[in-house]
């Protein structure tokens, strides 16, 4: 703990009128600032540096771009592959685990070590891995990296320890899995092939041991050609040469045939008893035309041939489709008898794999499900029911329904709001799903000891809102609605928003929530706000629509002759919807009446609004003189005040929600009046199109000024669309003409002092700007609930300008004892709920009232202000600027909060150049500095957000939420949370096939594979042919990773083991000196026997 007493300014003696740039706001970081009159308070810090740690928690969503699948029939998890090299382990709910490979090469096959708590992976750079998944944090053992070859298909038969690994010039491989050491014996291309063959058979597309006898190996190269080697002997059993090239190959339990799918759309049946020609060719999808021929048909990349004891056999494969079907979605084909099931799919299919009962490929195989891996979305078909419907998805795999927008993380959320929002959204849940239980359930998952609600919002593409309870590091769907549904649909290349937004004109940009009072505001792309209140009753409802024209130009200059004389002193008879300040449609020039429309259109008829969150007020910039209307840069709401704020490039806004009045709209110039920290002249800027730059794309047009300036840095590089959702870009870092525009960066109402000469606080906003100036507007709203709907809200003149480094971010506000100020708010009723005449309900005001304010605030608060630069922790109301820190010199704050951790307050950033840090508040002393995640696209700066409790969050991928923590606390009660992949189940035991099926030649031939690859046999692989790569993985990676009762047994065994080596050490000790006492007892015995009868002079 750290005690910090400070001299500030008596509240008393403070002069009216704050100056900017005064010398006690210009001190150095650290520095103590001096005042007129001695006045001390006491914050005792509580936080330091071992308090934070920065680590990734748990990664939510679809896997971004999937190529590979496998699942362990035995623990019942699955596994799925990535092209950046991620590994998704899923098991039951609770159980989810990301791992990534440092190359970051893509994942082209994985392989289960069925039920031994491990798992292979082979990638693009020919390397294959072992993962070890007996830890809560898996970690790879080992890694083999071949020079020569590329890795095309691998196999692991179960309960072997030999891995069968195929490469791109048709030779195959054997891996030991316990040392990843390559063996001498290989099976070459040229020998499995016969001698005549001129031609290459091309890379290796299978290997399967045979059921019946495992020491057959099947072969499968892409050309068509098809061997069985007989690893004893080493030579082929039989040799198949095929026109159409191979995809994939399935066998029948028995052994004694198999399938093949090939490129021209067919399937091909094979008997071991006569291989030189197929005995069934079927084209499942090829109809045979008029001339006679058949259809040509696409690939059949993969198929899977099941038995079933009590039906036909299943025939699943992918593909196989007619080409004269254009526009025709991906399917999957279930043939079960003489029935043909064909399902679409909404995206391409990656993989798809068949679930089955046993783990042994000689034995029936008893399909129950398949697993189906879309480009963007994971389903799972029921086999054992004969309409074969789908599985509901436990997992959060729709976070990309719609791209991702905009997100918003609530941590220590009032306990009844999620149950609430579940029930709601539980309504609208689809139905039609599989009864039966998600087959893929393996794992362990417990709910930790340190929980509390937390909320995820995400804001989409679509217009839509998702809310996710993100408690316990799970993610589950709460409740979904859709913002679009409060207007009218857009004609395509109908109005003015067919040349704004091209597509999604309903995009969500920002959300400001309450929790308290379950008031809910949407920013949306096409300039408009549309605020929700929540009801659990539906209701009738017509919206209230309130058009601005926020527009900076000298037109729209207000004269006293206007009934205005001044923006900040609004006339109390202004204050009706028809007669808005500026936003009167009938002010400015005539062609400006013509073009005073919004983006879009509202529904001006009575709806019905389901329960949930239903909107009430619709607030919408207006165009003015052809020219679109500047997006929306910044927003905030307080249910206590009942007003709402918002800006953008041209100015500032205030609208009082309850009685549906817009009190304030005027430029960011006429904040200032007279007191303009840049002495500019008030002048009408170019009149650009709305900017679609990306969110680097920054100005460095700026004004020069006498005070030290910094820029944010300035990048030309086109960005994608899927990198950079230009539109809803942070406003901290929107392109804005300096020159001329002075844009509105962040808005936060609460209880402060407008001037110096304030006694007591009153309702105020703060104001910031790009600039880095601070402007605070007292307002003055009447307490009483009915004066509060009829007597207007009166602002008041603009007063504290203080002055920042860079776009002002965020603000924050702490009592003189360091406790965050929490903002005022009305406890939640029900709009719609029926009333009592006799006790009418009345607004519960939390945090608001003069008795209340007086007490928490009488003595004064700490204003915490961060921009894009730098941070200061301001006195009021004597704006004494206590501590000042440069955040960064080189870089720029994306985003910055005043957030709880380890019981105390901090001030969290994330900077531009991916650094995550702390600071310490008040005293912004640096906590932590971690070089954590590179900006390498504009969607991580968009929907990276702190939180309470040391965590945040952003979107790691189009499809994937990635949470952090920066708490040590939750770092080291990580091991907890997380789920074990791993549970000890016994393999279940082979089936007992009966004696006339072993007498007659039906039980399968086991072989010694050791005695056949090991190195007494086949010797050593060559040692150019692959390297092996120790795993960091270890036993000791293992001992520090583990958790959980294993962990702990683990670490007690290992330290009574040491205990008793160090026992046994200090037993050989003590005999070894009980000996070398006897010893010398022996000696000097013998010695005294010897000098006994001597005299003293003989000696």
């Avoid at 919408?620 to 490039?649: H, R």
């Avoid at 500019?680 to 009149?687: D, E, N, V």
């Amino acid at each position: 703990m750290k005690k910090f007493r400070k001299v500030l300014d008596g509240l008393t003696t403070s002069s009216p009128g704050g100056t900017i740039g005064s010398p006690s706001c210009g001190s150095a970081a650290g520095t103590p600032t001096s005042a007129p009159t001695p006045k001390e308070i006491d914050v005792q810090e509580t936080l330091v540096s071992e308090n934070f740690q920065l680590c990734k928690t748990v990664r939510h969503g679809f896997p971004y771009q999937p190529t590979a699948l496998a699942f362990d029939p035995v623990q019942k998890i699955l596994a799925i592959g990535s092209r950046t090299g991620g590994v998704r382990i899923l098991g039951r709910p609770g159980v989810d685990c990301y791992c990534q490979h440092e190359s970051g090469a893509a994942v082209l096959q994985l392989q289960f070590l069925i039920n031994e708590g491990a798992l292979v992976t082979a990638c693009a750079d020919d390397t294959l891995h072992l993962w070890n998944l007996r830890q809560r944090r898996p970690a790879i053992l080992h890694s083999l990296k071949f020079n020569r070859e590329r890795v095309t298909f691998c196999h692991l038969p179960f309960q072997s320890k030999w891995l069968y690994v195929g490469t791109e010039r048709g030779n195959t491989h054997m891996v030991n899995i316990e040392s990843f050491i390559l063996s001498g014996y290989v099976i070459m291309w040229n020998k499995a092939i016969e001698l005549a063959t001129k031609t290459h058979p091309g890379p290796v597309v299978h290997l399967s041991d045979s059921p019946k006898d495992e020491g057959k190996l099947l072969i499968g190269f892409e050309s068509g050609t098809v061997v069985q080697w007989d690893l004893r002997c080493k030579k082929a059993d039989f040799r198949i040469y095929y026109d159409e090239a191979i995809h994939s190959v399935s066998w029948h339990h028995e052994g004694k045939q198999f399938m093949c799918s090939h490129s021209d759309g067919s399937l091909t049946m094979w008997n071991l008893r006569n291989t030189t020609k197929p005995f069934q060719v079927t084209y499942p999808h090829g109809k045979i035309q008029r001339d006679g021929r058949k259809e040509s048909c696409k690939p059949i990349l993969k198929v899977e041939y099941k038995t079933s004891r009590s039906s036909e056999p299943f025939i699943v494969f992918s593909g196989g489709l007619s080409y004269d079907k254009a526009g025709r979605r991906p399917t999957l084909t279930i043939m079960h008898g003489k029935a043909i099931t064909v399902l679409e799919m909404d995206y391409p299919i990656v993989e798809f794999m068949v679930l089955c009962e046993t783990p042994y490929n000689n034995e029936v195989q008893e399909p129950s499900a398949v697993v189906v891996l879309l480009e963007k979305d994971l389903i799972v078909v029921d086999l054992t029911q004969s309409n074969f419907p789908v599985f509901e998805n436990p997992y959060p795999m729709d976070v990309h329904e719609s791209p991702v927008t905009c997100t918003a993380y609530f941590a220590d959320c009032p306990p009844d709001i999620i149950p609430i929002l579940y029930s709601i959204g539980a309504k609208h849940k689809k139905t039609g799903y599989s009864q039966k239980e998600w087959p893929i359930s393996g794992g362990t998952w417990t709910l930790g000891s340190q929980t509390y609600p937390e909320v995820i919002i995400t804001g989409h593409a679509d217009g839509s809102i998702k809310f996710w309870d993100a408690s316990a590091i799970t993610l589950q769907m709460l409740y979904k609605f859709k913002t679009s549904k409060v207007f009218e649909k857009p004609k395509p290349g109908e109005g003015r928003a067919a040349d704004l937004v091209e597509e999604d004109p309903f995009a969500v940009q920002m959300v400001s929530w309450c929790p308290q009072s379950r008031i809910f505001c949407v920013v949306g792309i096409s300039a408009h706000i549309i605020l929700y209140r929540f009801s659990k009753y539906d209701a009738n409802t017509q919206i209230v629509c309130l058009d601005i024209r926020l527009q900076c130009e000298s037109d729209d200059v207000i004269t006293p002759s206007e009934n205005e004389n001044n923006p900040c002193f609004p006339e109390p008879g202004s204050h009706s919807p028809q007669a808005p300040h500026p936003a009167s449609p009938s002010s400015g020039t005539p062609e400006g009446v013509k073009d005073s429309i919004p983006c879009l259109k509202v529904k001006d008829r009575v709806v019905r609004v389901p329960p949930g969150y239903q909107a009430e007020l619709v607030i919408q910039l207006l165009w003015v003189d052809g020219e679109p209307p500047q997006q929306i840069s910044t927003l905030d709401i307080n249910s206590a005040y009942g007003l709402l704020a918002f800006g953008n490039c041209n100015g500032l806004a205030i609208v009082d929600y309850l009685q549906k009045t817009i009190l304030l709209c005027m430029s960011t110039l006429d904040l200032y009046g007279a007191s303009d920290p840049y002495q500019r002249l008030t002048r009408s800027p170019r009149r650009n199109r709305q900017s679609t730059s990306g969110l680097t794309e920054l100005s460095d047009n700026q004004q020069s000024i006498d005070m030290e300036r910094s820029k944010s840095p300035t990048s030309a590089a086109a960005e994608s669309r899927e990198n950079s959702f230009s539109r809803s870009r942070s406003s901290s870092v929107s392109s804005i003409d300096r020159d001329t525009k002075e844009a509105i960066t962040t808005l936060q109402f609460g209880e402060s002092y407008g001037r110096k000469s304030d006694a007591l606080p009153t309702p105020c906003l703060w104001v910031g700007t790009s600039l880095g100036v601070v402007v605070l507007i007292p307002m003055s709203i009447p307490t009483d609930q009915e004066e509060r709907m009829e007597e207007a809200v009166t602002i008041g003149p603009c007063g504290t300008v203080l002055m920042l480094k860079g776009s002002v971010l965020r603000f924050g506000f702490l009592d003189c004892m360091g406790a965050v100020i929490q903002s005022p708010y009305e406890a939640w009723r029900d709009p719609n709920a029926s009333e009592d005449p006799d006790r009418p309900r009345r607004r519960k005001l939390v945090n608001f009232s003069p008795s209340s304010s007086q007490d928490t605030c009488g003595d004064g608060h700490l204003a915490v202000v961060c921009s894009e630069k730098q941070a200061k922790v301001i006195l009021m109301p004597s704006q004494s600027c206590l501590f000042v820190h440069n955040i960064t010199e080189s870089s720029f704050v994306l985003r910055a909060d005043v957030v709880s951790a380890c019981n105390s307050v901090c001030l969290a950033c994330f900077c531009a150049n991916g650094h995550v840090m702390t600071l310490s508040l008040p005293s912004l002393r640096p906590l932590m500095d971690v070089n954590y995640l590179p900006l390498t696209d504009m969607r991580i700066a968009r929907t990276f957000c702190f939180t309470n409790g040391g965590q945040a969050l952003y979107l790691s991928s189009p499809t994937e939420i990635q949470r952090i923590t920066y708490s040590q606390e939750m770092c080291d009660n990580l091991q907890e949370m997380l789920g074990e992949l791993f549970t000890p189940i016994e393999t279940p035991e082979a089936q007992n096939r009966g004696f006339l099926k072993g007498f007659f030649g039906g039980n399968a031939n086991t072989v010694d594979r050791e005695e056949l690859f090991g190195e007494a046999s086949a010797g050593k692989a060559s040692r150019s042919l692959a390297q092996h790569i120790p795993g960091q993985g270890g036993m000791e990676g293992m001992k520090v990773a583990a958790g959980g009762v294993v962990g702990d047994l683990a670490r007690a065994r290992i330290a009574l083991d040491e205990r008793g080596q160090r026992l046994g050490e200090l037993e050989d000790r003590t005999a070894l000196m009980m000996t070398s006492a006897e010893s010398f007892s022996k000696h000097a015995h013998e010695l005294m026997l010897k000098c006994k009868d001597k005299k003293w002079y003989q000696l």
